[in-house]
């Protein structure tokens, strides 16, 4: 369940260059480390916008424990994460494990009566992958999505971006008042 934002730093040369000066590991770290503190707002927007059934959905909202970069892309993760409360029935309400069916919220989903639908091992060459065929399941329906995330990061687009400039600009001073001590 993916939604993306995207953000460029375009206009301001002084920061671009100053970024381009730096190795990609001291780069990488001053970037990361202004876009995970940007995606703070839409954390809270999506735990204030999440559906409350048993409260598991808005407990494990939370930001990734890791920000990646991919070819100079920065990804910061931010959604039911869930790796503390397993579907084991211990806790509370039955201990629902929010990352398996917060998509299910987001996006809605179909009704499935009498079974679900069935899935085999590939035949044939190459790697054995399970495959989804027709069932005996029968629609009877649909459950309309309750956009939390999507919601979340529209309304804060606009901030996080400034966030993510501005986070910059200070890892950028921080980085250059640490060089300007240790040459003095």
Do not use: C
């Amino acid at each position: 369940m993916p939604f993306g934002l995207k953000v460029r730093v375009m206009g301001d040369y002084e920061l671009i260059g100053s970024l381009a000066e730096l190795e990609q590991k001291v780069r990488n770290s001053i970037v990361r480390s202004a876009a995970r503190k940007a995606m703070g707002p839409v954390k809270k927007a999506a735990i204030a916008a999440a559906p409350e059934d048993s409260g598991a959905l808005k407990r494990n909202i939370k930001k990734g424990p890791s920000v990646k970069t991919y070819h100079g892309a920065v990804s910061v993760l931010v959604g039911a994460i869930d790796y503390k409360e397993p579907y084991n029935g211990s806790g509370p309400k039955g201990g629902r494990n929010a990352g398996n069916y917060a998509h299910l919220v987001e996006l809605g989903h179909a009704i499935v009566a009498r079974g679900s639908l069935k899935t085999r091992m590939s035949r044939g060459r190459g790697p054995k992958r399970i495959i989804q065929i027709k069932g005996t399941g029968l629609t009877m329906g649909w459950v309309a999505a309750r956009p939390f995330l999507k919601k979340a990061l529209q309304l804060n687009e606009s901030r996080v971006k400034t966030m993510i400039e501005d986070g910059i600009r200070k890892g950028l001073e921080k980085h250059f008042d640490k060089l300007g001590k240790g040459k003095g």
